[in-house]
């Protein structure tokens, strides 16, 4: 069991199915400690307003107990790595989590997803890829692997990839487990819900982990403390409502 779930969407983007609320409710259900919800950025066509991110503010921190991250699942947008999440965005959000999306970024080649995706870490305001293993999008999986352990950017194993969507996923998610374990990197479990039931499940992500025997202490599920020393490394503000956890 993994406390921590760092990808899920909410009503607001609009094919997703659960509110805030629903997600409180599962995670006391499974054991959850924190959480974050991650809407798609404003250039993907069905996501929710720059305003619902910049009133983010006004969530509660922790709820009964369960924290709760204020998070984007940005669309990186050319090969020059920009993401949807910019300005007073990036002031309001725990989080950045960034990926390709087939309407914000058609699949072109190998080398221009690699450079786009390589570039967005450079960048600097990105802390996780989600979903790299998308056969859709092949990428030379040892660059983006060495240069996401360079910038400290951890890449997702993603759930729903085995579940629901991005079929194939599988021999490339294990490759990427791989050579991030080689490189020294850190990798993250995602749910990738979007519907409150699919909380914390990471059954598949966790065998993919143990096929390549990852380390456990580059796995930033383990313990909420982890996510977010990881947070603070990369130059996040310490959120006092967390400390203790």
Not at 42 to 64: E, T
Not at 146 to 158: G, Q
Not at 225 to 231: A, D, I, T
């Amino acid at each position: 069991m993994y406390p921590v779930d760092l990808h899920a969407h909410t009503v607001a983007s609009s094919h997703a199915y659960s509110t805030l609320h629903d997600y409180i409710a599962q995670a006391k259900i499974r054991g959850i400690k924190l959480f974050a919800i991650t809407d798609h950025g404003p250039d993907m066509v069905d996501a929710p307003h720059y305003w619902h991110f910049m009133n983010m503010r006004i969530w509660p921190r922790v709820v009964d107990g369960i924290g709760i991250l204020r998070g984007i699942e940005a669309n990186i947008k050319n090969t020059q790595g920009e993401i949807d999440c910019t300005g007073p965005m990036l002031e309001q959000v725990d989080l950045v989590i960034a990926g390709f999306h087939e309407p914000v970024f058609p699949p072109t080649t190998q080398e221009e997803h690699t450079e786009a995706m390589i570039n967005a870490m450079a960048n600097g305001d990105v802390h996780i890829i989600s979903h790299p293993g998308n056969p859709k999008f092949p990428i030379d999986i040892e660059a983006v692997a060495a240069a996401a352990a360079k910038y400290n950017v951890a890449l997702e194993i993603n759930n729903s990839s085995f579940e629901h969507s991005r079929k194939g996923s599988g021999e490339n998610c294990i490759a990427i487990a791989d050579a991030v374990k080689r490189a020294g990197g850190y990798i993250t479990f995602g749910s990738d819900s979007h519907t409150a039931f699919t909380l914390g499940d990471f059954a598949n992500s966790a065998k993919i982990a143990a096929q390549v025997d990852f380390p456990e202490e580059r796995i930033l599920n383990v313990t909420p403390r982890r996510l977010l020393n990881f947070l603070e490394m990369r130059g996040k503000p310490i959120i006092t409502e967390f400390v203790d956890f």
